[in-house]
């Protein structure tokens, strides 16, 4: 089997909402926010609530794309069904000789000429490493960047991928693999024609309530402007920023662990390419 890979990337999506807009939209709800009873009976003021922290923070998800590609030829006997009254065939040139019988047949000897394709998409939480429905953020604005330090540049937060692009790859390769009965195998082949770590950015407003020491924080997706309510206090990640290599850590030994023993020809992209050479 040969895999190729295309080159790697990393995309930032451009957010929709500017940090200005959530911080707008934040203090418009600032009242609802530690939930309806706190609203009916102890009725907080707007003014009794601030903000006490605004974190830009970018989430990753993984897309990848491959086709796998099988093409072989295969011995095959063909049984034809003739006329009753047909004793034998002849087929350019050679004569087949037809079995008696209510319905009599003749058996053609032939070379099956196969060719099969398959094709997976697949966007898989580079976190959890669990696939999720992040194809709705597929339709925004995209910034190809070099590397995950570039996205921390403004003081964002980067949470780093628990989940490496060989998780991706040997989900997808799994799914792609297939037996077949050949005799002559021509082409047998996985191709990868996406292989992306996008990373989507996620405002995360902290709420404070000082005369009930009270805290909530508010989740705003820059993207769609979806919020989720989290309690506590803003979790400030500390994250080790990553060098590619370590995100697309694609090699033999790597692909080795998908098929153990199997004769693996691999053409890498440019990161892991990089990662081998050294």
Request: charged fraction near 30%.
């Amino acid at each position: 089997m040969e895999i190729n890979f295309c080159p790697e990337r990393i995309v930032e999506l451009q957010a929709a909402l500017t940090r200005e807009e959530v911080e707008e939209r934040a203090l418009a709800k600032r009242v609802d926010v530690f939930g309806q009873v706190a609203k009916l009976f102890q009725r907080p003021k707007a003014e009794d609530i601030t903000i006490a922290a605004l974190q830009l923070r970018f989430e990753p998800f993984w897309l990848a794309a491959a086709t796998a590609r099988y093409v072989y030829e295969r011995q095959h006997v063909y049984h034809v069904e003739v006329p009753p009254e047909v004793q034998s065939v002849t087929v350019e040139g050679h004569e087949y000789s037809a079995a008696a019988g209510k319905n009599p047949t003749f058996d053609l000897p032939a070379l099956d000429h196969c060719r099969e394709e398959s094709r997976q998409e697949m966007l898989v939480d580079a976190v959890s490493g669990r696939e999720g429905d992040f194809k709705k953020f597929l339709a925004y604005g995209k910034n190809e960047v070099p590397d995950l330090a570039t996205l921390e540049a403004n003081g964002a937060v980067v949470l780093p991928p628990q989940a490496r692009s060989s998780v991706v790859v040997r989900k997808i390769v799994t799914l792609l693999m297939k037996s077949f009965e050949a005799d002559t195998i021509l082409e047998d082949s996985v191709d990868f024609e996406e292989l992306t770590l996008y990373y989507r950015p996620v405002y995360a407003v902290e709420y404070l309530w000082a005369a009930k020491q009270k805290r909530q924080v508010v989740e705003v997706d820059a993207l769609t402007g979806d919020t989720r309510t989290e309690g506590g206090r803003i979790v400030q990640h500390v994250t080790r920023v990553l060098q590619n290599d370590d995100l697309f850590d694609i090699g033999a030994d790597t692909i080795g662990t998908i098929m153990p023993g199997a004769n693996i020809a691999i053409k890498v992209g440019r990161f892991a390419a990089r990662k081998v050479i050294k």
